[in-house]
């Protein structure tokens, strides 16, 4: 019975997965994918089992207790905050491979006779990775939700000292493996510990979703090497697609942002950019609230390139007026998402979607970087990195050679910025120093609340 | 060495299959669109969750008096579990809102 349980909760998965890769289905694929899961869980409480102890009690109080923590989170956390919160569950899911590790290798060192090395090491296999995801998840949420000393973590000779520690973690593996001292499982806990925080440290805020994507499949990794040990197929299954899907999901976020894995790992980002403050700068104009309403109200076409300081400012509602009112006078009103808009990819999508946005206004770069030569105004709110031309002209800049929107070739375009700050990256921005650029100051919110009561008053 | 050789050949199905599912994760995933990175992640994540079934049939071959393993592993499912019961439901508020914009 709870074979043909197993085997149905595995198909699910597959097939959840898979529908999840098309917007159409993604939405079906979930709940699948969620029903396989619960099927899973309840065959795993349901199912019989050698030497089975009926401690019933202590599945179900746990079990349910966080089911509901996770749908109040679920609902309660803001569409803005989605990174942060998938690094925190990521987190927790390697906590919970730890525990579940090391649970079982006490088990095993309880009982000698039955000591087997090949599962000894797929165990502390299995608690090094998870403890490594643990740890770097939650600096990666601390780095995402910018806390300031989370960017100062890295240590002199950093890359030098990770392979210390991964050497250091080696040995006492191998003296665990050696001699089943449970003082030497908790040093590899706490060098795996260290060794995660070490792992993201050099890493920048903005590469952060790379990173979260990569710990996913490390999490998933370790479920399905604890599937190994309990002989359970579909942990094996489970794991090893989430393990593989992570990958997958790793290198597409690389190669929309033009960078290398190893790059992202080394941490090209975070080390150069503040040498290049002595650049000149020139002079910047500022736009006046009518003049801003004048000019998009007199456009043929209008192109909005949302960032970050968009969603921060909880604006989407209000560029969503904006589009309203233009469109009600003939101006052809389009969204260019860059393909790392907002916190990772995709996120402006679900941001934008939440504001009940068209989807068929949402255009995408190549699209986007054609259609420029065509508009009369782009319109940059709170986004910097993905319009800066240093990224095709300077190639010192950390950021070159990343795709980005050329709103440059608009006939004008206006940045909505709260200040002249430099953006993620840490470098500024020479697109604000360009003739046909106007700058329009203040947080996102309020100057687009000027411009809409601005917008209907002509 | 011998024992790992062994371990190899004792569990070849499942090696077998591991590598398969390795395949099956990439094909599945190569062609999603950048739009469904964030709903995918936080699905897969919520997937990666899975590792809770270990702590349940850990507790379940517990003696009821192993305290320590039996608070372990439910330590391991109560951190897990919301994991996944946190993924699956905010993976699937963001892509109810996906949908209600296609049907007006």
């Known amino acids: ?458 | 060495m011998n024992e790992i050789l062994n371990f190899l050949i004792e569990n070849e199905i499942l090696i077998y299959l591991l590598l398969f599912t390795i395949l099956l994760g990439f094909e599945v995933i190569s062609k999603v669109p950048s739009v469904l990175h964030t709903p995918l992640m936080s699905g897969a994540n919520a997937i990666s969750g899975i590792v809770i079934l270990g702590a349940i049939i850990l507790i379940r071959t517990t003696e009821p008096d192993n305290y320590i393993t039996l608070i372990l592993a439910s330590m391991a499912l109560f951190v897990g579990s919301i994991n996944v019961s946190g993924g699956f439901f905010v993976t699937n508020r963001m892509l109810e809102m996906f949908n209600k914009k296609k049907k007006s």
Not at chain 1, 263 to 270: D, H, L, Q, T
């Open chain 1, 1 to 458: 019975m709870e074979k043909v349980l197993f085997l149905i909760s595995a198909f699910l998965l597959v097939w959840g997965l898979r529908l999840q890769s098309d917007p159409a289905s993604a939405s079906k694929g979930n709940k699948l994918a969620s029903i396989g899961m619960l099927l899973a869980i309840f065959s795993a409480i349901i199912m019989p089992l050698k030497n089975s102890n009926s401690n019933l009690i202590w599945v179900i109080v746990p079990l349910s207790l966080s089911s509901v923590i996770g749908y109040l989170i679920a609902k309660k956390i803001k569409m803005t905050s989605i990174p942060q919160m998938v690094s925190i569950f990521n987190g927790l899911g390697g906590l919970s491979a730890v525990l579940l590790s090391f649970a079982e290798i006490s088990k095993w060192i309880a009982f000698p006779d039955s000591y087997d090395i090949s599962v000894v090491i797929v165990l502390i296999s299995s608690l090094f990775i998870g403890s490594v995801a643990f740890t770097g998840s939650l600096l990666a949420f601390a780095k995402l939700d910018g806390y300031r000393w989370s960017e100062k973590l890295t240590l002199p000779f950093q890359h030098i000292v990770n392979i210390i520690f991964l050497s250091l973690i080696v040995v006492s593996s191998y003296l665990f493996v050696g001699n089943p001292d449970t003082s030497y499982l908790y040093l590899i806990v706490i060098l795996s510990f260290i060794y995660g925080i070490f792992f993201v440290a050099p890493i920048g805020g903005a590469d952060m979703p790379v990173v979260i994507s990569l710990l996913n499949s490390f999490t998933g990794i370790t479920a399905a090497l604890t599937g190994i040990i309990f002989g359970n197929i579909v942990m094996l299954l489970g794991g090893i697609l989430v393990g593989a899907a992570g990958t997958i999901l790793t290198i597409l976020m690389c190669n929309a942002m033009n960078r290398s894995l190893l790059n992202v790992i080394i941490g090209g980002f975070s080390s150069s950019g503040s040498s290049k403050e002595s650049k000149e700068q020139g002079d910047i104009k500022e736009v006046s609230d009518s003049d801003f309403a004048v000019q998009l109200f007199y456009s043929s076409k209008v192109i909005i390139i949302p960032g970050y300081g968009l969603a921060v400012a909880q604006a989407q509602k209000l560029c969503k007026e904006i589009q309203e009112t233009l469109e009600a006078n003939d101006v052809e009103v389009k969204y260019a998402i860059h393909p790392v808009a907002g916190r990772m990819p995709g996120h402006m999508n679900v941001l934008l979607a939440e504001a009940d946005v068209d989807y068929s206004k949402l255009i995408e770069l190549e699209q986007a970087n054609e259609e420029f030569k065509s508009t009369d105004v782009a319109v940059i709110i709170g986004a910097n990195d993905v319009v800066n031309p240093d990224a095709i002209d300077d190639s010192s800049s950390p950021l070159y050679g990343m795709p980005i929107l050329k709103v440059w070739e608009s006939t004008s375009t206006v940045v909505l910025k709260r200040s002249m700050s430099a953006g993620y990256a840490g470098v500024q921005n020479p697109l604000f120093f360009k003739k046909n650029n106007q700058m329009y100051f203040g947080d996102a919110k309020e100057s687009l609340q000027r411009l809409s009561s601005e917008l209907k008053n002509l």
